[in-house]
């Protein structure tokens, strides 16, 4: 099925013309629960991946043994999706409960020491022929994304994430059977499979990298599209509250007209899409915009994916498809890859004169 994303409530350009220097296109995602196959595209799909190639492995020195069984992720993910499409009001049964009760973290494996090799999770799998916007080495068609489900890499303790870029038309013989960790860090570092229903969009760069006029000229605009009720405090950060979500309720709720209904806001209409996507541009609401170049050669780095913990919030609902309209609210719809890295957002960054160069991961 496709997803249609409705067209902006007003036209950005046609209200500040100098954003036509400040435009891109991306592929919104989409994903959605589904059995992909091993030649589509998907999140945590099956991978089209050589038999004879051997499957990535975490070979840094972490605990791997204490944590959540990946199994178990899976069993709670589909007993509250049962439960859920069992009777949305009531939720799970006793016996339900029962069994959610015992799926706790703990050393589950204990015979797998901090130094032992762990594969790694398959997270993403992109093809060019459905995602316009995924830009690799030349000849490859095909993107990769696995990463180690343990937030505890680097000096930012973030998941590890390896990208593969291949020709799809080099694979004779397909991995039958995907290796996977025994254990995982959080359950949230775990996607659910999704099939992807890819859609192109244009967006703008994020507000606090456009040039002063015409960050003012937007702000005027903003300010007087609709009076600001009083207790609208524009300087207020999401430092100010506990999590993203909550400085973001706030916001919108701020922003709520007479009527009930948010007004048209660049941020939040007319900028970056929310949700998994290709491409575009980055958005920065929890820091200062920051540089990310290429360690080798210097290049600014644009994001080529983008992995989000959901496709809409409060702040962003005329994002939401044409044809999920009527599905709100569901987790699976606005929620379905069930991932929540860093505080919700991560983005993998690639050179774009040379995709092979080291990536970089950035997070919000």
């Keep these: 099925m496709t997803r249609t994303t409705p067209p902006r409530p007003v036209d950005a350009e046609g209200l500040f013309p100098a954003l036509a220097d400040h435009r891109r296109t991306s ?30 492995v975490c070979t840094v020195v972490h605990s791997k043994g204490w944590g959540h069984r ?17 009777d949305p009001g009531t939720g799970p049964t006793d016996a339900e409960r029962a069994v959610l009760d015992t799926l706790v973290p703990g050393p589950h494996a204990p015979r797998i020491d901090d130094a032992d090799p762990i594969p790694l999770l398959a997270a993403a799998q992109l093809f060019a022929r459905d995602i316009l916007d995924l830009t690799g080495p030349e000849g490859c068609d095909l993107l990769q994304v696995l990463w180690c489900p343990f937030e505890v890499h680097g000096p930012g303790r973030t998941i590890d994430v390896v ?69 609208f405090d524009s300087s207020a950060s999401p430092s100010s509250f506990d999590t993203y979500e909550e400085y973001e309720a706030a916001m919108a709720a701020a922003r709520a007209g007479e009527d009930g209904e948010n007004e048209v806001t660049y941020r939040g209409d007319l900028s970056i899409p929310p949700g998994w996507k290709v491409g575009g541009f980055a958005p920065w609401h929890l820091t200062d915009p920051v540089h990310i170049g290429c360690e080798v050669c210097g290049a600014t780095m644009p994001p080529l994916l983008t992995v989000a ?40 960054h690639t050179c774009p004169a040379t995709p092979t160069h080291p990536h970089r991961l950035s997070f919000q």
């Design 163 to 231: 990208l593969k870029w291949r020709r799809s038309q080099d694979v004779t013989e397909a991995l039958a059977v995907i290796p996977e960790p025994v254990v995982v860090g959080r359950a949230e570092c775990v996607p659910n499979t999704c099939e992807l229903h890819p859609e192109q969009v244009v967006e703008h760069e994020y507000e606090g990298l456009l040039d002063e006029d015409l960050q003012e000229a937007i702000e005027a605009w903003e300010a007087g599209d609709d009076e600001e009720d009083d207790a």
């Design 309 to 348: 913990g959901g496709e809409w919030d409060g702040a962003s609902e005329s994002w939401i498809p044409l044809e999920d309209r009527d599905s709100v609210p569901d987790d699976r719809i606005s929620d379905p890859a069930g991932v929540y890295l860093g505080r919700g957002l991560m983005r993998v």
């Design 70 to 86: 990946l199994s178990d992720v899976r069993l709670r993910r589909r007993i509250l999706d049962e439960a859920w499409h069992r």
């Design 27 to 56: 592929t919104r995602l989409h994903p959605r629960h589904g059995s992909p196959k091993a030649d589509d595209s998907s999140v945590a799909g099956p991978f089209l991946w050589p038999a004879d190639e051997p499957w990535p």
